[in-house]
């Protein structure tokens, strides 16, 4: 396990993840926030509707796939 802290809005947050996760997790964030040590409130909530709307991209995406599996 590792525990990472994120910073919101001036609060520290500890998570611990699975080490592989983590690695991910870390890395993700990094792409998402860049190397800033604090983030706002309004930046994660956009944080996450973005990824909302990736997930949603991507669950269309595998339905397409899978009917077409279906097909053959």
């Known amino acids: 396990m590792s525990k990472i802290t994120v910073s919101i809005g001036s ?7 699975d080490e592989e996760f983590s690695k991910f997790f870390e890395e993700d ?5 860049g190397h800033k040590n604090n983030i706002e409130t309004k930046e994660l909530l956009w944080a996450y ?22 097909e053959v």
């Open 49 to 70: 509707v973005q990824k909302s709307y990736d997930e949603y991209l991507n669950k269309k995406e595998y339905k397409k796939i899978a009917d077409k599996i279906d």
């Open 11 to 17: 609060k520290d947050f500890d998570i611990t993840l």
């Open 29 to 33: 964030f990094k792409e998402t926030f």
